[in-house]
């Protein structure tokens, strides 16, 4: 009896507890499930470049920047809130990245961005609201702050800064023109100089204007000069044409060099079979350049890597797609193209997501290594 009445009574117990699990199951509510960071409708606007470490800041559209660190060994792309203050400018070049903000009326402050920490980099500066500004830094490491205001829509004022100790020392003033994105650029053989246009301003010299003159080129086709150090010099139209000097703007030579041909003979028509642009990051003593290849109706656009050398003699360094492929998507075309400091290239275009997870779609070109695709999972930082 004993026996029968225990089985009896692990029975019934079972019994129990099944029906509580299934009760249990039946009231369960899914967990939330977090959406993707980011994906392939986001659009992202790079504002700064650190060319050295190949560190590279977005900021998007509904608010938040996005800091992709692509030269560490670990490369990592983390989402931080956007800063409420405006922005002005935030450097490009050869250093760690920082950004001029708002700090009151009629003032300006300098600060690192470094994993969503801001720091305060020298005393703040004075602008007025219809000021802009353009970051970098010179060839010995000096960052440099140049504060610009449009007048005439040509002529561009511009007062110059680089930091000495804590402070931001004026470098001269002058009215530049020709001036291209992102505007500023350590001078090539000068150490503690930087170019804005036709603008030069030096620690240790008077702010000057270096070229001697410009192509003849209308209005309509005016660009951005570049000194590629020396007395050379490069100038780079609206429409994407190349002008060369060898004497400091003295006289200028059209660039005849396509990827496809080397001479006047040329059956292609530029903004129509093809465009051309410069990348973003490093230039000088050489001058890289983009293609985009459209020529073919028939075939998917291509992009070219090209460079000129202190000659002027060109090289096609590589010809790769103008879009990277997506795991069941469309191909993602590139939107953002750099060259670093040791004459490596990367290529972006954008996000991707694959389940709940984001993925920045990135890839580098190198002569050594060739194209090596290296998307970089997106994290949200953590408040």
Known sequence: ?????????????????????????????????????????????????????????????????????????????????ADSRVLRGASSGSGPVFVVVECGRDCLEVETFSSGRFETLGEPLVASARTSALAAYDHEGTPWVLLQQSNDGSAIDTRAFHLAGKDWKPAGTRRVTDVGHPGVHAAPGAGDAVTSGTGLFSASAEATTWPKGLPEISAARRGEIVSLGEDRAAYIAADGAVYRSSDRGATWRRVLWTPWSSDWVQIWTRSVDYDSELPGGALGPSLPMLWFDHRDPKAAPALVLSEMDTTGTWAELATLPAALAVEGGAPAEISEMVRFDDGSWGLFAGCSTRGSESRLLWETWSAKAGAKRADVAVTRAVP
């Not at 099944?18 to 509510?29: E, G």
């Not at 470049?49 to 509904?62: I, K, T, W, Y």
């Not at 992709?68 to 809130?81: D, K, V």
């Open 1 to 81: 009896m004993a026996g029968r009445l225990g089985r009896g009574t692990g029975w019934l117990v079972a019994l129990h507890l099944a029906i509580a699990a299934i009760a249990s199951s039946a009231f369960a509510r899914p967990a939330a499930v977090a959406p993707p960071i980011c994906d392939a409708s986001t659009s992202f606007t790079l504002i700064a470049l650190d060319s050295r470490e190949r560190s590279l800041l977005f900021a998007l559209p509904g608010g938040g920047w996005m800091e992709l660190r692509a030269g560490a060994t670990s490369p990592s792309a983390t989402l931080y809130p």
